[in-house]
């Protein structure tokens, strides 16, 4: 006969309390965050796709940082660097809503596979170029330009890919881990390349770019995808267009967000072209001390990424989203009047915390509206605000940083910052309820 009272229920037929050697502590409630956020590395795509990228984006912020410094090396003009940038995106302005239709039809691993071997080419070719001594300005315009094209169809594809790699749910956290990896590269790809560009020269630098690449095409590779079968086409090409386009002028909420990346795109970010000009000439840090400003630029934005993750659900996103741009006004206005390293550091970190904490909110509250269906158009519409825009603003600001000089053309661009929080508040009121 069984037992009908086991020794692990009471009298009453509940359980019986545990004895205290035997209780297991509760979870400390810092701790809970972290094990929610993680389990979005539950899905076996994600974590090849993401620790892929950790490699390879830490080549490619090596090959940035460098890049810069043999420009400016080259031709002593911050108005050739801001050309280089201008050239880098300029595709992404003029193409991309035509790469966002793409985007919608074909299968985006495949599409991430040649983009990603694309870049892998290129950086060979820099590298190549560098190491053998012939390299020149005009080739590095046009190898920037080149960069551009591959850039407008990887960045729609890109951001569009995440939704094919998550549940909906974790969607937030994946973006938001996407910034922070993208971030922590942007801390150790810049100070690796000003120690190997101060040690050895340039050309290494471009050559383990090129390297890194295999790391996420073999990621994209492993992956197990359900189809990747072309999409049949629902219209022509310019049809699928402007149904984009007319989604986003009717929907007033991603409209406005788009307007004001874009319009931040151009004012703001381009104080990076001036970068090198501080490191060289105003601090006079060189080419080591370049990578630790970019780097600095990079934990700042990691911040930023990582208090997304973990309290971009709990905060007012659109109050957070204005804030962030102020902060980026006031912290490029200390980075302009700064006379110490130490100082501009500071300063770039909280640049950098207040310039990537918008733009992943941005895009996180573009991509939990947007249908499928639409989401490689209006992410290309993204990715034409934060890319397309960059370029005219930096060709600018290198034009005018050479007549007025950088600290100059930094301030103008702080209070060009301050100028836009108050026309997102007045044009746009509705954004700080987000």
Same mark, same amino acid.
């Given at each position: 006969?069984? $037992? ?62 460098? *890049? ?7 031709? $002593? ?57 012939? #390299? ?13 094209? /591959? ?26 881990? $996407? ?7 942007? +801390? ?36 197990? /995808? ?50 090198? #000009? ?36 709990? *905060? ?20 302009? /009047?700064?006379?110490?390293?130490? *100082? ?15 733009? +992943? ?16 158009? /209006? ?12 370029? *005219? ?19 103008? +661009? ?12 007045? #044009? ?7």
């Amino acid at each position: 006969m069984k $037992n009908k009272n086991p020794d692990y229920l009471s009298p009453a037929g509940k359980p019986a309390p545990i004895p205290p050697a035997f209780q297991v502590p509760a979870l400390p409630r810092f701790y809970l965050p972290i094990a929610e956020k993680g389990r979005v590395f539950r899905h076996r795509n994600f974590r090849l796709f993401f620790f892929g990228q950790l490699v390879s984006v830490v080549g490619t912020w090596m090959q940035s940082t460098a *890049l810069q410094w043999l420009v400016y090396q080259l031709t $002593n003009s911050q108005s050739s660097l801001g050309l280089v940038t201008f050239l880098n995106f300029l595709p992404v302005l003029l193409i991309s809503f035509f790469m966002g239709v793409l985007v919608d039809r074909l299968p985006k691993r495949k599409l991430l596979i040649l983009t990603q071997s694309s870049f892998m080419i290129l950086a060979i070719t820099l590298a190549v170029l560098t190491f053998t001594g012939l #390299v020149e300005y005009w080739h590095i315009l046009a190898l920037a330009f080149l960069v551009g094209i /591959v850039n407008a169809l990887d960045m729609p594809a890109r951001q569009a890919f995440y939704v094919e790699l998550v549940d909906r749910e974790d969607l937030t956290v994946a973006i938001g881990l $996407n910034s922070a990896l993208f971030n922590s590269a942007r +801390i150790i790809g810049p100070a690796i390349a000003g120690l190997i560009v101060g040690w050895i020269g340039e050309a290494p630098a471009f050559a383990i770019n090129a390297v890194t690449f295999l790391a996420v095409i073999f990621a994209l590779l492993l992956m197990r /995808v359900g189809s990747d079968q072309i999409q049949p086409a629902r219209g022509k090409g310019f049809s699928d267009l402007l149904q984009g386009l007319r989604y986003l002028a009717g929907e007033k909420q991603i409209f406005g967000l788009v307007a004001m990346v874009a319009l931040v795109s151009f004012v703001g970010a381009p104080y990076m072209v001036l970068l090198p #000009v501080f490191a060289r000439d105003i601090l006079q840090i060189g080419a080591e001390g370049f990578g630790q400003l970019m780097a600095a630029h990079g934990i700042g934005a990691l911040i930023g990424a990582l208090g997304v993750i973990f309290f971009g659900s709990r *905060l007012g996103r659109g109050n957070i989203l204005i804030s962030a741009r102020a902060l980026m006004g006031l912290a490029v206005f200390a980075l302009a /009047v700064s006379p110490y390293p130490w *100082l501009s550091m500071v300063a770039l970190a909280l640049a950098g915390y207040a310039y990537i904490t918008q733009l +992943i909110l941005t895009n996180t509250l573009i991509q939990g509206i947007v249908p499928d269906a639409l989401r490689g158009r /209006v992410m290309s519409a993204f990715t034409w605000a934060l890319g397309g825009f960059f370029p *005219l603003g930096s060709l600018l600001i290198g034009v005018i940083g050479d007549q007025i000089g950088a600290q100059n053309a930094a301030i103008l +661009i702080s209070l060009g910052c301050l100028v836009l929080t108050a026309v997102n508040l007045v #044009v746009f009121p509705a954004m700080k309820e987000l």
